[in-house]
C-alpha cells in the first residue's frame, strides 16, 4: 500500500473513535503482514485519541507469556483485578471499561493478539460480547501465526460478525518514493524508490533498515557526486533484476547495483522472521540452505513441513517482502538467515539438505555446495557426487572449489582404492595449477599405485604428470602396473581403457623415447581420431601429423576439438595437442587465434585470480612458439620467458624446455647470441632427449651453434635430432627440419654435394601440404641450384612462405631473391626484393638480417674447409659423384651404414640410396665386391 492508502486506514481508525463518541461500541482487527507498521498506527491512533479527550487503555501480548494466566488482560486492569486468583476478572475489566465511558469515550488497544494467553482471550471476548451502547472502541492487532493452531476463544473474539476488519499492507512504489523522500529528501528519490521497492516488496522496516544502511551513499547522490561501484566496508550488492521492474536509472547509473545491506537490514530481518513464529523461520532458514529457486516439495522434505503449510509460508514470506516467491528479494537476506545459525546446526542441516539432494536426483554440484560446508560425511555416495562436482568446477576454472571438493571426498571415503584415487585426482589438479609443488604428492601414491590401491584412470593420470616431470622411471611402472586390465577392455569405453589409450597416445607424441621401456605396443597410427573423448581425439590427429597420414580432414578435427573445448585446466590435454597440430601442419595464423582467444579466457596474467595458475604457462608456451614462427620473435622471448618465470628449471619438465628452446631460437634469429648461450649454459637431463620438446631444444641449440660459427656442432645437433625423428618415425620438417638445417651447415662448411642430397631427400619426404616448411626447403634446393635457377626457385618459396605467415623465413628467401638478381644482373628486382627484406627483417627485429642481409649462398660466405682435391679414377669410379665416392670408399673399409651415417653427417636412407647407385654404375651387385673392382681401378682405400 502506499501512504495515502496507510492514511486511509488511520481515517478508518479515527472513524472508529468518532462512532465510539457517538455511544456506539465497535471493535475492530487491524491485521497484514508482520512489520508492515500496526504497532506504530495503534501507537499514533492512542496518541490522537488522549489528545481528544479520551481513555487509553493499552496491552501488548508477548508470545513468552502466553503460559502465564492474564499476561495481557492484567495490563488493562488495576493491579487488585489482575491479582492472581481474583474473582472474576472478566466481569472486574467489563466494569471498569464502562465506568470509564460514563466519563469519556474509550480506546481500548491490544497489540499482538496473537500472543495473547487464553485467559486475557477470554476476558477481552465477554468485554466484547457485552458492549451495546457504551462509547468505547477496541481495536485488537492480529498476525496469523502458521503451525499455531488458533484457540475456538480466539476465533470467537476475531471472527464475529460484527467485527470490522482494516488490513494494513506493505507500501507501494509510491509509498516508498515518499519513504525515501522522508528519510534522504527528494534528490534521486523517484529513481531510488523502484529500487527500495523490489528488494524490499515495501516492507516499512526492512525498507527503512536499507536506507539506513546506504545513507553515506544516497547523501553523496543527493549532491549528485558520482558513483564509482561500491562504498566501502558496505555488505552485499543486490544481483537480480526482477523482469517485471522498472529501470532503475538514475542519469544513465544503475542504482540497483549499489543499493547494499548492512547491519541494520540483516536485524530487521531476522526480526521480522521471529515475529512470524518458528514454522515460517524454520522455511526460510532451510530455503536459504537450499539456495532459491527450490521445488516446495523438497523443502518440505527439509522442513519436516506438509507442501500446503510450505506454500503457506512461503506466501507468507512473500508478502512481508523477504521472498519474491521462492527467491530472497535482497541476496544479503539469505545470508542473514544463515548467519543466524549455530555452526554445529548448520553443518547437520547441510548433512541433511546434502542426502535429500542426492535422493532427489540434483546435479553434483548442488549437492556439494552443502557436503563442503557441511564436512566429510563418510558415506559410499558422497565421494563420486563431490567428484564430479570438482570436475564441473575445473571446466569452469573454479580450481580452489575443485580441490575443496576433492579433499572433502578423500576424508569421506570408506576404502583405501576410493581414498588414494581421489588423492591422485587431486595431485593432478594441482599439478596443473602449481606444477613444482605438487611433486611430492605424487611420489607419495608410488607405493599405492604398485600395490594396485588407485583406479587405473587415476594411475594413469599420475603418469602423465610423471612423464611431464620427465620421471620416466616411475611413469613407466604406474603405465605397467595398469596396461593389462586397460588392454582387456581396449574394445569398451570404459574410464581405465580411455585413459590408457590417452596415455599410449602421449608416449607416441611426446614422449616417444620412453615407450621402448614398455612392454606394451605402440598405437597404430592408422586409427581414426576419437569421436569420443576430446583428449584421445586430438592426440591421434597429432599422431597423424607428426607421420604426414594427415589431410585436410584431419585438422578440421583438430579445430573442432577447439572449437569444443573451453579455456579451462581440465580442457588442457585436448587443446595442447590440437593446437600442436595446427603448429606441425603450418597452420600458423589459426594456431595463434586459437591461442590468443584462449589466453585472453583465463584471467589473470600473473594467475591472481587463483584459478589459472600454471595452465596459463602451457597456453603461453604454445603461443610463444607460434610467435617464433611467425616472425614475432621479441614476443616470442618474452612469452617464452615467462613461461619460465613461473615454471621455473628447477627441476626440468617438458614445458620449461619448449619454452627455453623456444626463446634461444628466436634469440638467435634476433641476433642475441649470447643471450641464446646464456640459456643453453646450463645442460639439460639426458631425458630431455627422449621427448618431441627434446627435439626443438636440440634443432634450438643447433640453430644457435651455425649463427656462432660452430658449424660441425651444429651438424651433430641437427643429425642427431634427424636420426630420433626416424627411429621415432615422426619424421616432418614441421616439427623439426633437420635436413634443411644441416644442408645449411654444410653449405657452410662448402660441401655443396651434401647439401644437396640432404634437400633432395627431404623433398622426396612431403606428403602433406606443409607451405612454411615446403617453403624453407625450396630456399635450401636455390642455395644448391645453379645461379640462373635460383629466381623461380625462392619465387615460389616466397608464396608459400607469404600463405604461412612465416615473416622471418620470408625475409630469409628474398634476402637470397635479392642476391640471386643481382648476380644476374637484374638490379631493379635485386633491390626491390632486398628492399622488403630489410623492411621485414627490421619488423622482426632480426638485427643479424637487416644490418648484413647475407644471402646462404652470398660471395662472403667462408670456402670451404678441408676440401679434399678429388684425385684421378677409372672411369668406372670417376662415373660417382663425390658424396658417393666418399660412401663407397668408407664402405670398402667396411663401415656399417649407421657408422658411414653418422661419420658423413646423413641419414641411413641417404647411405642407402647412394650405394644402390654405386652398385649401378660399378656394375657390381653389393659391397663385397666393391674393395676388388676399386683395387683394379688402382684406388686405395683411406
Not at 602451457?618 to 614462427?629: C, E, K, N
Not at 649470447?674 to 627434446?694: I, N, R, Y
Request: charged share 25%; net charge neutral; with cysteine.
Amino acid at each position: 500500500m502506499s501512504l495515502i492508502e496507510r492514511e486511509s486506514v488511520q481515517d478508518r481508525l479515527d472513524g472508529l473513535l468518532a462512532e465510539a463518541a457517538r455511544g456506539e461500541a465497535v471493535v475492530a482487527v487491524l491485521g497484514g503482514p508482520t512489520a508492515t507498521g500496526k504497532t506504530a498506527l495503534l501507537r499514533e491512533l492512542a496518541e490522537r485519541a488522549a489528545g481528544a479527550g479520551a481513555a487509553v487503555l493499552k496491552a501488548t501480548a508477548a508470545g513468552g507469556e502466553r503460559l502465564r494466566p492474564l499476561s495481557t488482560a492484567g495490563q488493562l486492569l488495576d493491579p487488585d483485578g489482575a491479582a492472581a486468583g481474583a474473582a472474576e476478572p472478566a466481569r472486574r475489566l467489563h466494569a471498569a471499561v464502562a465506568d470509564l465511558a460514563t466519563r469519556s469515550p474509550v480506546l481500548l488497544i491490544v497489540d499482538d493478539l496473537q500472543h495473547a494467553d487464553e485467559e486475557s482471550l477470554r476476558c477481552l471476548r465477554y468485554l466484547t460480547h457485552r458492549l451495546a451502547a457504551e462509547r468505547v472502541a477496541i481495536v485488537l492487532s492480529w498476525e496469523q501465526q502458521l503451525g499455531q493452531d488458533q484457540s475456538p476463544t480466539l476465533r470467537e473474539l476475531i471472527y464475529r460478525p460484527n467485527v470490522r476488519w482494516l488490513h494494513l499492507r506493505p507500501l507501494s512504489p509510491d509509498g516508498t518514493r515518499r519513504l525515501v523522500t522522508e528519510l534522504h529528501g527528494r534528490a534521486g528519490a523517484d529513481a531510488e524508490a523502484a529500487v527500495y521497492h523490489a528488494l524490499t516488496g515495501g516492507n516499512p522496516l526492512l525498507a527503512t533498515a536499507l536506507l539506513t544502511d546506504n545513507q553515506p551513499l544516497r547523501t553523496r547522490l543527493a549532491d549528485d557526486e558520482p558513483l564509482t561501484g561500491r562504498p566501502a566496508g558496505l555488505a552485499a550488492t543486490a544481483d537480480r533484476t526482477p523482469a517485471s521492474e522498472p529501470a532503475d536509472l538514475e542519469n544513465g547509473r544503475d542504482l540497483k547495483g549499489t543499493v547494499v545491506a548492512g547491519p541494520a537490514y540483516a536485524q530487521a530481518l531476522l526480526v521480522c522472521l521471529h515475529r512470524m513464529g518458528p514454522l515460517v523461520t524454520r522455511v526460510a532458514r532451510d530455503l536459504a540452505l537450499l539456495d532459491d529457486p527450490v521445488d516446495p516439495h523438497l523443502l518440505g522434505r527439509l522442513s519436516g513441513v506438509g507442501g500446503g503449510m510450505v506454500r503457506r509460508a512461503l506466501q507468507y514470506l512473500t508478502d512481508v517482502g523477504v521472498l519474491d516467491g521462492t527467491r530472497f528479494r535482497h541476496p544479503a537476506a539469505r545470508q542473514a538467515v544463515l548467519d543466524g545459525l549455530p555452526a554445529g546446526q548448520e553443518a547437520e542441516l547441510r548433512r541433511r539438505a546434502a542426502c535429500l539432494l542426492h535422493d532427489e536426483g540434483a546435479p553434483a554440484p548442488l549437492i556439494a555446495r552443502h557436503l563442503l560446508v557441511a564436512g566429510p560425511v563418510r558415506e559410499d555416495w558422497v565421494p563420486p557426487v563431490l567428484t564430479e562436482a570438482a570436475g564441473t568446477a575445473l571446466a569452469g576454472n573454479d580450481v580452489a572449489r575443485a580441490i575443496r571438493c576433492l579433499q572433502i571426498a578423500s576424508e569421506s571415503c570408506t576404502s583405501e582404492t576410493e581414498r588414494y584415487s581421489t588423492k591422485a585426482r587431486l595431485a593432478t589438479i594441482r599439478w596443473l595449477v602449481r606444477p613444482a609443488a605438487s611433486a611430492s604428492s605424487f611420489a607419495a601414491l608410488r607405493v599405492p599405485i604398485a600395490a594396485g590401491k588407485v583406479r587405473p584412470e587415476c594411475a594413469l593420470d599420475v603418469a602423465q604428470a610423471m612423464l611431464w616431470f620427465l620421471r620416466f622411471n616411475e611413469a613407466a611402472e604406474a603405465i605397467e602396473r595398469v596396461a593389462a586390465d586397460a588392454d582387456g577392455d581396449s574394445g569398451g569405453l570404459g574410464a581405465a581403457a580411455e585413459a590408457y589409450q590417452v596415455t599410449r597416445l602421449s608416449l607416441d607424441t611426446m614422449f616417444p623415447g620412453v615407450l621402448p621401456r614398455l612392454r606394451t605396443g605402440r598405437p597404430s597410427p592408422d586409427r581414426p581420431p576419437s569421436m569420443v573423448v576430446p583428449e584421445l581425439r586430438a592426440l591421434e590427429i597429432l599422431s597423424a601429423v607428426l607421420r604426414q597420414s594427415a589431410d585436410d580432414h584431419t585438422i578440421a578435427q583438430a579445430e573442432q576439438v577447439l572449437q569444443g573445448s573451453r579455456s579451462s585446466v581440465g580442457a588442457l590435454m585436448a587443446i595442447g595437442p590440437a593446437v600442436l597440430s595446427l603448429v606441425y601442419t603450418d597452420r600458423l595464423e589459426s594456431a595463434a587465434a586459437w591461442c590468443d582467444r584462449f589466453l585472453a579466457d583465463t584471467g589473470a596474467e600473473d594467475g591472481s585470480d587463483g584459478k589459472t595458475g600454471a595452465w596459463r604457462a602451457f597456453l603461453t608456451g604454445y603461443s610463444a612458439l607460434v610467435a617464433l614462427r611467425t616472425g614475432h620473435l621479441d614476443s616470442a622471448v618474452e612469452r617464452a620467458r615467462r613461461v619460465l618465470d613461473q615454471i621455473g628449471r628447477n627441476g626440468w619438465n617438458a614445458t620449461s624446455v619448449l619454452a627455453l628452446a623456444t626463446a634461444a631460437e628466436a634469440l638467435t634469429a634476433l641476433g642475441d647470441h649470447a643471450a641464446a648461450a646464456e640459456l643453453f649454459a646450463d645442460p639439460v637431463p639426458a631425458e630431455v632427449f627422449k621427448t618431441s620438446v627434446g627435439l626443438h631444444y636440440l634443432y634450438a641449440r643447433g640453430r644457435h651453434h651455425l649463427a656462432t660459427e660452430r658449424e660441425h656442432a651444429a651438424l651433430a645437433d641437427f643429425m642427431a635430432c634427424g636420426e630420433h625423428m626416424l627411429h621415432w618415425n615422426i619424421d616432418t620438417p614441421a616439427l623439426a627440419p633437420w635436413r634443411v638445417a644441416a644442408a645449411e651447415a654444410w653449405l657452410r662448411i662448402g660441401d655443396r654435394d651434401r647439401a644437396a642430397d640432404l634437400v633432395t631427400e627431404q623433398l622426396g619426404q612431403f606428403r602433406t601440404d606443409l607451405p612454411r616448411s615446403f617453403g624453407m626447403t625450396l630456399r635450401v634446393l636455390a642455395a644448391v641450384s645453379a645461379p640462373e635457377k635460383r629466381p623461380p626457385i625462392l619465387a615460389r618459396s616466397q608464396k608459400l612462405l607469404e600463405r604461412s605467415g612465416a615473416r622471418y623465413e620470408l625475409a630469409r628467401v628474398l634476402t637470397d631473391l635479392g642476391e640471386a638478381h643481382h648476380r644476374l644482373g637484374d638490379r631493379n628486382r635485386a633491390q626491390t626484393a632486398t628492399r622488403r627484406a630489410r623492411r621485414l627483417a627490421k619488423n622482426c627485429n632480426a638485427h643479424d638480417l637487416y644490418e648484413e642481409s647475407p644471402a646462404l649462398y652470398s660471395p662472403a660466405t667462408r670456402p670451404p674447409a678441408g676440401s679434399v682435391i678429388p684425385m684421378q679414377y677409372s672411369d668406372a669410379y670417376g662415373n660417382l659423384s663425390d658424396s658417393e665416392r666418399r660412401v663407397a670408399l668408407l664402405a670398402v673399409q667396411g663401415l656399417t651404414n649407421r657408422e658411414i651415417a653418422g661419420k658423413l653427417f646423413i641419414t641411413v636412407s641417404t647411405v642407402e640410396q647412394h650405394l644402390t647407385r654405386v652398385y649401378r654404375k660399378m656394375n657390381v651387385r653389393n659391397r663385397e665386391e666393391l674393395p676388388t673392382v676399386l683395387r683394379m681401378d688402382g684406388v686405395e682405400a683411406v
